[in-house]
């Protein structure tokens, strides 16, 4: 059986490299492989830590580049790919343009899709925008979906897909940050190099967002600024996202604390290491919020609300907003009161054991297997 794997930025690629691999593993599955390049650098950088080299390349990427370009370059590009390989199955990942584009692109060749991370809701169409969007689209497209959690099961019930089409699994990032984290590493960055990570407190930040560009993201950015000047034992890294608004924004408030490091993005490895040895985390992604946990870091999550409610059930994350005043608040009581602090760091991650790719590759041959059988009666 063909399955053709299809992703093109950065976190469906550390999500889907794992998977990728152990279907190329199995003796029973030809796997295809493509990727958009929605990003290119960041998207090869993790091909490269994986060792993956894709069959298909888009090679999408353009300056300044809008949604509707990528949606437009993405159904096109497709097109030929998904009739020159005709697969059993396209898997595509969580809630990008590259996932939404590539689930219409199979189904307008009547091609099976399978969705893996399926069933994130936050049921506000316009945050996180477009993904909000892009995964309930691609979960009405998908023939399988791969929920991570008991919770993203019952989303997908409640918009009336079957049952028998959803396979608990965990999240794939858990595999892949396992993988990762397992391997000895020094920092190569010279501002990471020279932190003293056993004497000093350090806080990694991330926020990107495009709902938090502007007002929101200053809020955000001035509570770190407090933080950094109040705690002489705190150092906050911040590796800074290519959007020229985030990183005016970043120079403009944070770039003048001497605790405060504005550092360019970061490869994956080198990211995952930077969690591990970090006291607590700051962020609006949503891959952090089931990473970090396994690591035992705290998060507080920088946005009004999140696709992924199981990590604030389990105490280990904690939704911040955007306000200043309540991230400000927050921080400072993880650093000064130990038992908050402990009780986020040693609970429980709701995303698994690792082993999501071995149960997405079970199902795959699983649910294929039986298709061929009836088609054949």
């Known amino acids: 059986m063909k399955i053709m794997t299809v992703f093109g930025t950065r976190p469906e690629a550390i999500?889907?490299?794992?998977?990728?691999?152990k279907l190329n593993e199995d003796p029973d599955i030809e796997s295809v492989l493509c990727v958009t390049a929605q990003h290119r650098q960041m998207l090869d950088q993790v091909l490269e830590l994986f060792e993956l080299t894709p069959d298909y390349d888009l090679n999408i990427m353009k300056p300044n580049q809008t949604i509707s370009m990528i949606t437009a370059n993405v159904l096109t590009g497709m097109e030929p790919v998904l009739q020159k390989e005709q697969p059993?199955?396209?898997?595509?990942?969580?809630?990008?343009?590259?996932?939404?584009?590539?689930?219409?692109?199979?189904?307008?060749?009547?091609?099976p899709v399978g969705h893996v991370e399926a069933g994130l809701r936050t049921y506000d169409k316009y945050s996180p925008f477009p993904e909000e969007i892009n995964r309930v689209l691609t979960g009405h497209i998908?023939?399988?979906?791969?929920?991570?959690?008991?919770?993203?099961?019952?989303?997908l019930l409640a918009e009336n897909?079957?049952?028998?089409?959803?396979?608990?699994?965990?999240?794939?990032?858990?595999?892949?940050?396992?993988?990762?984290?397992d391997k000895p590493y020094e920092f190569e960055d010279e501002t990471l190099r020279s932190l003293d990570f056993e004497h000093k407190r350090v806080i990694t930040v991330t926020c990107h967002r495009r709902e938090n560009l502007g007002e929101n993201m200053e809020h955000i950015f001035t509570a770190i600024r407090?933080?950094?000047?109040?705690?002489?034992?705190?150092?906050?890294v911040y590796p800074v996202h290519m959007n020229p608004k985030v990183r005016d924004t970043a120079g403009r408030i944070l770039g003048h604390s001497h605790n405060v490091h504005l550092i360019e993005p970061l490869q994956y490895q080198p990211f995952v290491?930077?969690?591990?040895?970090?006291?607590?985390?700051?962020t609006d992604s949503g891959g952090m919020q089931e990473e970090a946990p396994s690591l035992g870091k705290p998060v507080l999550v920088v946005r009004r609300e999140t696709e992924r409610p199981e990590a604030i059930e389990a105490g280990t994350v904690k939704l911040a907003?955007?306000?200043?005043?309540?991230?400000y608040a927050m921080a400072k009581e993880l650093l000064t009161d130990k038992a908050a602090y402990d009780t986020m760091a040693h609970a429980a991650n709701p995303y698994g054991?690792?082993?999501?790719c071995d149960r997405i590759v079970a199902a795959l041959k699983e649910q294929l297997s039986a298709a061929k059988s009836i088609a054949a009666r």
């Open 142 to 155: 998908a023939e399988l979906h791969f929920a991570p959690t008991e919770r993203n099961r019952r989303n």
């Open 321 to 327: 907003g955007v306000e200043r005043d309540t991230i």
């Open 226 to 236: 407090d933080i950094a000047a109040e705690f002489d034992d705190v150092e906050i």
């Open 353 to 356: 054991d690792g082993k999501a």
């Open 88 to 111: 059993d199955m396209v898997l595509v990942h969580g809630d990008t343009s590259t996932t939404f584009v590539t689930a219409l692109a199979a189904f307008y060749q009547q091609i």
């Open 15 to 21: 999500k889907m490299a794992p998977l990728v691999k």
């Open 161 to 181: 897909i079957s049952d028998d089409h959803i396979v608990i699994t965990g999240n794939t990032v858990i595999d892949a940050l396992l993988q990762v984290a």
């Open 273 to 282: 290491n930077l969690m591990a040895r970090s006291y607590f985390i700051i």
